[in-house]
């Protein structure tokens, strides 16, 4: 098999992969909402639509709600505001590393 078939077959059996991925995380988060997450339902219509009764939910739950999917969800500004500028969270330095930056940056 000429190397420029095999690229494109392989690109085939790539694009089938991230799509058939795509469409199993699209069933797990609709799975997830209609048993309730609402970090799932911001994801899909008809929660999406209007998400403002989800924020309210949220907010009742705490400044920081953790969603089936796994993920965190800051509720606040506040909150919000200190996890972006916060370093720990993977915000990167001007050299491109993570964490506090050196002495000389400061």
Known sequence: MP?????TANNRW????LRT???AQGALTWFSAKRGDPMARLLHS??????YPLYR???ERGPLVRSRLGVLVATTHQLCDEVLRDRR?????SDGSYGD???AAR
């Open 3 to 7: 190397v420029q078939q095999a690229r």
């Open 14 to 17: 790539a694009e089938l992969g």
């Open 21 to 23: 991925r795509l469409r």
């Open 46 to 51: 008809p929660w999406r639509d209007d998400p």
């Open 57 to 59: 939910e949220m907010r």
């Open 89 to 93: 969270f993977g915000v990167r330095t």
């Open 101 to 103: 930056p050196p002495p």
